[in-house]
């Protein structure tokens, strides 16, 4: 289970919230600020991750930032045209990004390919 920190109350997500936070950056709704540390995660961590999920640890909080008028963004010059808001990833990229590489087997609009130093896409777990 993935758990979601806000305002200090942990809510479990399902599956299904998980696929709308990874549809949410597909489709650029989160967005990654560039003042963010790059992908940095190891491989080993990334099992780590995925570890946690199985064994249904709490594997850490998300802070969004939900915002009409965002600060500079990584990757991105401007934001396609919508309206309302984008949701700023403020902590909890490294784990989010590790769970899209995993689930969707590409990297985020928010990185370059050159920019993923240790891409986990091709670990495989033994069920």
């Known amino acids: 289970m993935l758990y979601w920190r806000r305002w200090s109350c942990l809510l479990t997500l399902s599956m299904t919230q998980i696929n709308q936070l990874l549809a949410d950056i597909r489709n650029r709704n989160i967005v990654v600020p560039e003042f963010q540390r ?3 995660w190891s491989r080993d ?3 780590q991750l995925i570890m946690s999920l199985f064994k249904e640890y709490p594997i850490g909080g998300l802070l969004l930032w939900r915002t009409g008028c965002p600060p500079q963004l990584k990757n991105i010059d401007t934001l396609p045209e919508k309206i309302g808001t984008v ?3 403020l902590d909890g990229q490294q784990r989010l990004t590790t769970l899209y590489l995993l689930i969707t087997g590409q990297i985020p609009n928010y990185y370059q390919n050159h920019e ?3 891409d986990p896409r091709d670990l495989y777990i033994n069920l």
Request: proline share 0%; no cysteine; hydrophobic share 50%.
């Open 87 to 89: 949701q700023v990833l």
């Open 116 to 118: 993923i130093f240790s």
């Open 38 to 40: 790059e992908y940095v």
């Open 45 to 47: 961590q990334a099992k």
